[in-house]
Structure formats: C-alpha cells, structure tokens
C-alpha cells in the first residue's frame, strides 16, 4: 500500500519543476545544438526489407531476396552499393524514386548505402542485422559398440 | 563372488580415474561438429552398403547389413540414441556422465526380429521367428556321428533392458567410456560392464581412420540367460575384448562413405556353451551414409 506524505508530494513538486526546467531549456537550446535546416539539402529516405535475420538451430548464414527502396524531396543521380560487396551497384540519374531488389547469402550485418554518382558521399545509409538464436550446445555421445560410431 | 569384488574394484577405479579426468583438458563445444550437438536437436541418417556380422550360435545365420538407420535426439538432459535412452548429469569438457538403458546384445543371434537388428538388417530381417537352435557335438558324440547335431527344445530368451551409470571421457585425442549395467526388466538379473578406448589414427585420402578397443564384461547369470542350457551346460562370467578399425570420409554435405571391420573374441564361458560354435563375431561393412537430418 502506497503512503502519500507532505514530504513526498514536495519532492513530486519539485521534480516536476525540474523537468519543466529541462523542457524549456531544451526547447530554447535546440535550434543552437543543431544546424539549421538547409531547404536545399537532399531528403533521401532509404528503406530495406527485411531489415533482420535470425539465424536459429545449425543455419549458418541467411539466403533471403532483400528489397531496398529509396525516395528523395527532388531528383536525384545516385547509385545504392552494399558495403564489401562491390559487386553491387545500381544506379539512377535524375530519379525521385527508386527500388531494387537483389538476392544475398550473408552470415554478418550488410549495410547498404546510397552515394552520389562519384560514389565518394554517403547520403543515406541502413543496416541489415544478423541476429543468431543462442545455441545451447552439449557433447554429443560416443558409443563404441554401435557399429557405426 | 572374487568377480564381483574385481568389478567393485575396477567401478571404484573408474571414480578415481573420473576425478583426475574432470580437470584434464577438453575440447569446449563452442559451434556444432562431430563432438557437440545443439540442444533440441535430432538426426536421422541410413547407411546403405554392403556388410555382414557373423553369428557365433550353431546353426544360426549371419546377420546382413545392407540398411542401417541411425537416429538420435539431445535435449538438455535427456537423450535418444538409437534404442538406447538415458539423461545427463554430467556434461563437461573432458567428462560425461549420464544414467543410460540399453538393450542386451546377444539376443541379437538368437532371434533375426530383434528390435537391434532392425539398426541393421537388410530385406529379409523381418522374417521374424528364432534361429534354429542346435547343439554342436560333444568330442565324444562327434566321433560317433560327426554330422549328427541334436536337436534341443528351445529355452526362451526375452528381449532384456540394462541400465545403469556410463561415463563417457576425452584426453587430447583419447576417447573413452565406461558403462556399468543391471538388467532391469527381470529376465537375467545379470550385470555388463562395458569399456573401450578410441582414437583416430591418421588422415587418409580426406578421410579418418580410426581405431578401437575394449571390452565387455557380462555376469554369470547374463551368459547363462543367453548361453547356458539346462541340465546340459551353466556358463560363468565371460570377458569379450573387441577392437575395431574404421575409415570414414565425407562426400559432400549430406553424404558419407563408412567402412569397417569390427572383432568381438567371446569368453570362454560363451565359446564353451553347446549353442555357440564360433569364438569370434566379425562385423565388417563397407557403404555411404545418407544424413536425412541433422
């Protein structure tokens, strides 16, 4: 059972005003803390599918078709690359939109980028995760009297 | 009596031997291999080949291997593998321990339908029935009818349960095990003792060669359940030491070429009972093994 007393509900009321101490500043202080909004700079939001894999029993890495979508605020040339995986690129000139869809065998996370055509800046970028299940593993038996072990 | 103190003595030997191993380096199961198995994990493979075990009871017919299922199951404690259930206590790097029930072998010769020989039998395994039980000769009965074998009304021999501690160890490249088990479906109360030492011997051609030996120890009252024959003949204890080399090489992910030879000497309270004519069973088999699941 919960005992409201004064001291408690000072300590609540001071607490609250910290944190509207906090809001406020925060407010006042964010446009500082960040660059300001450049209505030039490219908006390019990039979406993959799936964006996780779980390894489970004895699989060993995932074979699955990802599916990479992007969109942009204005046309754009750009190319999407996978991360040491040179052999993947492709790209778009003068696009809004974009999608693309490749078949990858991988054990370890894959991050796929999109870069501007020189290749040289990464304008937008996520991850494909790997995550294994925690095998418990245990000593499998000998038995030398079974003929074939 | 003096056999059971040995026994005694070599069971206490052996709880020695498993207190030095338990700090004797191991390998740990860090990813699943030949050694370690996930938990919740079975498999099911079938070897396809050639091969054959001899049958040391007179009269009786040699047991062909042509297809060999192998299943097995591992959850945390407990285990299948094959006929043979039993649960872990004790899982370590170097030692095992785990309370195991497996069948008695020898009714293997004496009934083709035994559930053992359906790990290893081949189309007509299924036939069911008893091997036709006859006595070899006596010197004195061979003499007078050298061809002349005595047909005897035959005793049954149930299908038997041991169960009992099996510790199971590994020393560098050394494998080893030990099981000590009591009949416990009523039949013999009998005890075995089984041990063997294994160790891969060399790499050849891609593939393992591997050898083993050891022994099987069986009570007075196990042999004389399988061996002895009222009124005519009441076997003792009997020592079978066997020894075994093996080669086997992957060929590819789901197959894998098996070869064996397997020799069993039997004691000399199985080799001297009148059902048994031979001292030695000999099973040898050359094939792949096909892994359904793993």
Known sequence: MLLWTGNHIRIEAIRRGWVAFAMIAGSLLAPTARPAANPDAPDIHLEITPRICTLTGNDKQCATPVHAQWRSNHDESLCLVVLERPEVRHCWEHYSAGSYTIDLVFAEDVVFQLRDVSLDHVLASQALRVIREALQLRHRRRQPWNIFN | ?294
């Not at chain 2, 050394?174 to 294994?198: C, N, P, V």
């Not at chain 2, 070429?257 to 048994?276: K, M, Q, T, Y």
């Open chain 2, 1 to 294: 009596m003096a056999s059971r103190r040995s026994v005694g003595a070599i069971a206490a030997a052996i709880v020695c031997l498993l207190c030095t191993q338990a700090t004797a380096a191991g390998k740990e199961c860090s990813a699943p291999s030949d050694e370690c198995v996930a938990v919740g994990t079975w498999s099911l493979s079938v070897a396809l080949g050639a091969g054959v075990r001899t049958n040391p009871v007179a009269g009786g017919r040699d047991i062909p291997l042509i297809v060999v299922p192998q299943f097995s199951y591992y959850g945390k404690r407990f285990f299948i593998d094959n006929l043979d259930p039993g649960v872990t206590l004790f899982d370590g790097d170097s030692n095992t321990l785990s309370l195991v029930a497996s069948p008695g072998y020898d009714r293997v010769f004496f009934y083709r339908s035994d559930l053992q020989n359906i790990f290893a039998f081949s189309p007509t395994s299924f036939a069911g029935g008893s091997t036709s039980l006859v006595t070899k000769p006596s010197p004195a009965i061979q003499a007078e009818k050298p061809a002349n074998f005595r047909e005897l009304p035959r005793p049954a021999r149930k299908v038997t349960y041991l169960a009992g501690p099996e510790w199971t160890f590994k020393h560098g490249r050394l494998s080893g095990q030990i099981d000590y088990l009591h009949e416990i479906t009523g039949h013999t109360h009998g005890d075995e003792m089984r041990a063997a030492l294994g160790l891969p011997l060399a790499s050849v051609m891609g593939g393992t060669l591997s050898g083993r030996a050891g022994f099987t120890w069986k009570s007075a009252s196990t042999v004389n359940y399988y061996y002895g024959y009222p009124g005519v003949y009441r076997a003792g204890w009997a020592l079978n030491p066997f020894a075994k080399l093996g080669y086997s090489r992957p060929l590819g992910k789901k197959w894998e070429f098996d070869a064996f030879v397997h020799c069993e000497r039997l004691g000399n309270a199985i080799s001297d009972s009148p059902v048994v004519d031979r001292h030695y069973v000999t099973t040898a088999f050359i094939g792949a093994t096909y892994a359904i699941h793993k």
